[in-house]
């Protein structure tokens, strides 16, 4: 896969707004600022893919994205925005497990972390969320290019010592700026949609 053509097909926060489709699905998670967007403009090679509504205090809707009729990108809202209230994040809490409980179509949910911090309790808890609901999950670190070799290696062990990946699982580290690692990206989503 190397999709390069990418739709937005709808966006909506509750199960009858998901749209019908007979191609796998991917979703994408991640703490607020942790890059999700960026990331997502880099394995897509677009530059603004991701919208503004994804940031904090913004609506918050899944956004459904067709990636040349080869598969679905879900752009899940960032969680662990420090100032949201309590009733949005409960708002948020209902829009993601009906989503995670609902959609058959998922094959994998890959959820991005910051390489240069250990995984904040959020992180932890989304991880465990995607377990609790068996669902694939590929972690990936990003903002690599900010750290020397020696702090991604140890970085690297922090995280995977942190989020416990289970079997079946996979975990790389990234760079949005460098995107040298996009091939890889698709390969790992890939293996994950049998495509
Ligand atoms: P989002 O809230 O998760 O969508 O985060 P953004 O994509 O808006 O990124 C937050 C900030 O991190 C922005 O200033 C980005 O330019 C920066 N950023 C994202 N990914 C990378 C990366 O891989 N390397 C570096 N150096 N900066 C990044």
Redesign the pocket.
């Known amino acids: 896969i190397n999709p390069n053509k990418v739709d937005i097909m709808t966006s909506g926060v509750s199960k009858a707004h998901y749209p019908t489709h007979g191609l796998p699905e991917i979703a994408l998670a991640?703490?607020?600022?942790?890059?999700?967007?960026?990331?997502?403009?880099?394995i897509t090679g677009r530059k603004s893919v991701?919208r503004v509504s994804?940031?904090?205090g913004k609506t918050q809707t899944l956004n459904f994205f067709n990636l040349d009729d080869q598969l679905v990108m879900v752009d899940v809202p960032?969680y662990g925005y420090a100032k949201e209230s309590k009733a949005k994040r409960a708002e948020w809490g209902k829009m993601i497990e009906e989503y995670f409980v609902n959609r058959e179509c998922l094959k994998v949910v890959i959820q991005?972390v910051d390489l240069r911090h250990n995984p904040t309790e959020d992180d932890v808890l989304m991880y465990d969320f995607l377990k609790h609901y068996q669902i694939p999950t590929i972690v990936i670190a990003?903002?690599?290019?900010?750290l020397t070799k020696n702090n991604i290696n140890k970085q690297q062990k922090n995280i995977l010592h942190s989020l416990q990946l289970e079997e079946g699982d996979e975990f790389m580290t990234?760079?949005?700026?460098?995107k040298d690692k996009v091939d890889d990206v698709w390969n790992l989503i890939a293996q994950f949609i049998g495509r």
């Open positions: 991640g703490r607020s600022n942790v890059g999700k967007s960026t990331f997502i403009n880099a991701a994804s940031k904090p960032g991005l990003t903002k690599e290019d900010k990234f760079s949005s700026v460098k």
